[in-house]
């Protein structure tokens, strides 16, 4: 008999891990972007590529858009075209960051035009949440500054929480929007959203339907994540995750790939929450394939997170709990790590074979033919990126 | 004419910062704590020292004590021995982290007798309160867990809500309660309060008398002080600082000493955010002179806030929100660092004889003979220290 | 057939990892030292836990000392001691941080009484080392400053090397002198070794019976160990690692249990440098239990090295070297996770019972009695620890 | 009399610092690199650009240029140019990170075509020194991994060694080849020059034309920087600086912006080991001026290193020594704070009068009218930039 019991079946079974569209487009550092070939040239290319992972593992049901990179003229025939492929569109990202004009701010910009044309740029993204069927709308706020005086930090989290009021009064019932802090980068000295009490506050002066995102990439070193899901679900304010891994700063690797452990505590702490197929708490990725493939690079990252999810709901939580009630640290210790060192990849591919999947999806992709397919076929026109 | 202008100098004697008694006593590392002739052996002791900084600064009017450390038989006592030196008993201190009970926590403790107990060395602390005139109870936790799987965060988050309700309830009209974070140490896998975001929910859903305790050395490395510090004022629950400095972790040592740049930063948010010799925002020292003499210690660093608060009041705040505006960023930069790098140690030197006292405090107390007249006097007994 | 092949079976039978003495006695924090039942007393009860842990692993055949807490008046028969219990004694550590006169400093201090004092204090212990029949010296330096201006840090690493020398004349034909670096703690501005290239610069430059021990705890946040582990055997200078783990700083915690993929890389470079089993490379735990059981952690430490040892050696080389040879980030990748997610801990348990062991060490010593016989037995006296 | 005794005067003359063409070009994140009006369109326009921060300021004989960003058909051309202004074309920075054959590597790449072809770029660059009458070429590795089992590390560093052999064995006798070390960045898992010790093993065995080269922004959090700088002296093997300063990661802001303080000790042991206008010692700025004006924000980086050059000097070494000597903690820091906290600005604005230099070179640069002047003329053309 599998490992893995019908009740984790049942969790693993519902599971969605929503793609962000960027990710199929090229990513690097200020030093360099490498380019690949049959990297997308449009939206619809990228959701394509986003299908196949879904196609191969039934992890990925939904894909992000980021405007204005994956601005089109009619949403409504992207949103056909995601459909045609089994997915579907979902959170709508904001950029703040690229204009001549936020060069010193947006949402926070002491110039009333600057900060209305942010505002509007809000407002227009939750248009094409209409149109796309969105629910959230995700805030990353690049704002900041560099040089210690060069902003006046205390009027700008004013001018924040105004601009948030205006974008937050624009929702619609069943919209939601999601403040994501970053702990530095692109701004090197004050970061206006940079931790997540900030974000906290922000959006627990807006309402019910302002949520945190919590980025694992956006923290201090050291810093320890799965206290801060406990929090926040304990809260009820997290609204979303944006997983990726790193050893450094925002290294936007692939989810798991820097330390699994650190995963798999913060997933196991988001089943003790609650969190787990919580409508409430979405899982999404959010990273950089700088220089390996990013198909692979996708099925890989939501792989790591459905392996965790399944090590992490292994965990013997009546055992835990009898260990901790007494006191005993390496019974304790032993129960969770337990769990952590339990290789479920055999009983997954089983149960994906069970499923009409591939047992083993990277694999399948590789075989499938579909990278030689798109590098032949994606010929010139620009390959997407962020056009930083 | 002095740069110091009428409205600095007003600002400069209202300024009082209290001094932590256990800083006259010895504490050291776990791998030594040296000592050192002339230091105290009992609460008297201490106070006396404290007075001394006092004496020589007119910066340091109150004192910080310490329970069980300064424990005595009679507080009215011990507070009458205080104002004849001329200081007054300020905030309790609270310690679970020394009796085998809380080996596994306090007031997070998941055994009702432990927490039950730790709770009540938080009532009689404000009974204490209640003799020695206290207004502020300060509660440092150590409490957290050194592996995972050890400790049950959520619960234990829950339960320490739970105690400081119980807590809080016990306070008098005029008293309150502020809860200090700490990023790490003693436990070494997690911390039960261990960022602001932590200790502002918890006292949030207190009420208006529970206030947030800034400690300057109790963050991830990189952290952004400065900008709690706004943004603690700007929710109106900054509560009081423990100043010190460090290099590394929660090294304690002489505030200012490590990042004199980032002291200014920090007393600048705390002027901009109205912060400055407000009731409601204390200011408190938390050092620890291992291996410098201790009342010379205490001195140079209420000499050190006082020095960085006379640069952060001299900067010209016009002429920095021009520049803000003019998204001039040298221009605003270099208006910060112009009142940072003025020298105002002579005209506080002048300032200070036109109020009575040495100018040099450092030198005045040298040559005062005390620090030879204690080492000479406290001979026998037990030197006074944590007791870990 | 056993995932573990007959040549990774030979490996894993040569591996031997040496206990400290000092894990055995209490340890702490400089907030609290919590005691537990059954703590030794002397440098015998702490061998004799230690050879619990071997005689329940066969992982751990010898002990190291510390001079002075396990000064005994035979060291030969202390040594009889420990063989009549199938351990040897290994090596000496020295201590020049608890002595009042090695507060500012010992084998760098400008004092030449003191840094004469620090010297001889090597010595005996090299004469302990002839009784002992250690072959390794292991210097761990306390050594630094706490403020800036307080030493001359040139000066100090220039006296360092001579008195180095002094020592490193007095080592015999088989012995060796390994210099220990560390980032930060008890000195809280500058470290005199802090970090492996001054470690390396220092050691480089006595002989080549001069090696560097690398302190997995001892390192800046986010510093690449393997990499040093890599360079420092490529350059044929790692002479010992001390075991531990953290998620901050030095925080001594069980070996593997902070970041089990960092010890599962560095072991693999271990291999890959041809440092496993290398008589030239020591294993070394250096932990503080200071809220788990002692023996039980000890025991839990030496298996967890194990365990990492065998997923090192599980590392698939060839298909790991043709997707590197290939570029192919993902597949290489791979190759890598694969070793380390396979659950190598049934066919350990398997292997240990064909050998006469315990399928189940912690269970087998939990079964024993032996922590209820000591917590009986060792009744009165003064519990060992650190002295601090 | 001026605090600036003639000896320190003297020191002031002599020092020169280099500037980097490539501060002029636009600069930025992976997010966004904004431009600005004036920017120069090629290496010529960036040499009268840095020749007018020397106008000015007198501290920037030379300029540093980045092969291939600043390839002119005429080196000799370009050469008589920067004379003209009055400046040297200085250190020459070789670029492996940008081609796309350099994805995984280059001096390290296990293709020896690709690492053929990156050392013969460096051989070009030394043609390009011959032509130019460069002493220094500075070799700064991008090369690294994200993702652990990607490269063969150990194989990396000994590939290393051998290009760097090749490239050393072509250098003129008064030439000499500077290894930069970097923390991370673009590497996210491993860089395969991250620290001082591995730069100095790699130069160390390669002769004695070659040095380290020590950016401030490339360490671990938490790093003593001085620390390094010393022992690099004490080895002989400090080659260069690249300054810039940082409050994360690498920021390239401007030097002494973040942390003013430890801009002091650094140069404090620049001067301590006989590094001060010292030929082996290169002076480098190394920035990035994304948001600020390029021309006014190196202006400002000179006048930083001069400034807290002058305070280094002001130090009072005997006394300093005096209080070491005792012990005396507070007085040997209170001797080093008292010339950090002289505001030496006064007396260099004087002291440039007396050499017919503006006193404030900021004002006066910003009111000579030039960067109109550029903003004007510099109209159409491709401004220059990195072209990541």
Redesign the interface.
């Known amino acids: 008999m599998s490992i893995l019991t019908p009740d984790i079946q049942s969790e693993l079974e519902q599971q969605g891990i929503e793609l962000p569209s960027w990710a199929f487009g090229n ?9 690949t070939a049959g990297t997308p040239r449009d939206p619809y290319e990228k959701i394509a590529d986003a299908a196949k992972v879904n196609e191969f593992t039934k992890l990925a049901p939904s894909v992000a858009l980021h405007i204005p990179w994956d601005k089109v003229d009619s949403y409504e025939d992207l949103r056909k075209h995601a459909e045609d492929l089994g997915v579907e569109l979902g959170t709508i990202n904001s950029n703040t ?2 204009d ?1 004009d936020y ?2 701010g947006a949402l926070t910009h ?1 110039d009333d035009r600057i900060r209305r044309k942010a505002i509007d740029h809000h407002l227009e993204c939750i248009d094409i949440m209409d149109a796309t069927g969105s629910r959230d709308l995700k805030i990353w706020l ?1 704002e900041g ?10 009027a700008r ?2 001018r924040l929480q105004e601009s948030l009021q205006t974008i937050y009064a624009r929702l619609g019932e069943e919209q939601r929007l999601v403040l994501e802090y970053k ?4 701004a ?4 206006d959203v ?5 974000s ?2 922000q959006v627990a002066s807006l309402g019910d339907k302002a949520m945190v995102c919590l980025d694992t990439g956006h ?6 994540i ?3 899901v ?2 926040l ?3 009820g304010k997290l609204g979303s995750f944006d997983f990726n891994s ?4 925002d ?1 936007d ?2 989810v798991g ?6 995963l798999f ?1 913060i997933i196991f ?1 988001v089943v ?2 609650g969190g787990l197929n919580n409508p409430d708490v979405a899982f999404m990725l959010d990273q950089c394939h ?4 990013k198909i ?2 996708q099925i ?1 990252s939501v792989l790591n997170v459905q ?1 965790m999810t399944a090590r992490a709901l292994l965990v013997d939580r009546d055992a ?2 009898a ?3 007494a ?1 005993d ?2 019974a ?6 337990d769990a ?4 479920v ?1 055999p009983a997954l591919a089983e149960w994906r074979e069970s499923r009409g999947l591939a047992a083993d999806p ?1 694999a399948a992709y590789a075989a499938s033919g579909y990278q030689q397919q798109i590098a032949a076929d994606r010929v010139g026109g620009v390959q997407a990126g ?1 056009g ?1």
Chains 1, 2, 3, 4 share one sequence.
Not at 194 to 198: A, E, R
Not at 332 to 337: P, Q, R
């Open positions: 990513s690097g550092t200020r030093f360099r972007v490498f380019a960051f690229q001549e060069k010193f002491h690049a500054s560099n040089y210690p005086g060069q902003g006046d930090m205390r989290q004013d702990f530095f980068e692109p090197f000295y004050h970061t940079p931790d997540w009490g900030t906290y506050a923290h201090a070193p050291g810093t320890n799965e206290f801060i406990m929090q679900l304990r809260l790193r050893f450094y700063a290294d690797l692939i790939s820097a330390d699994p452990f650190q505590r702490e003790r929450g700088n220089i390996e493939d692979p690079g890989r392996e835990l709990a260990a901790q009630q006191n640290v390496l304790a210790n032993a129960v969770f790590m952590f060192y339990t290789d990849r990277m962020w930083a």
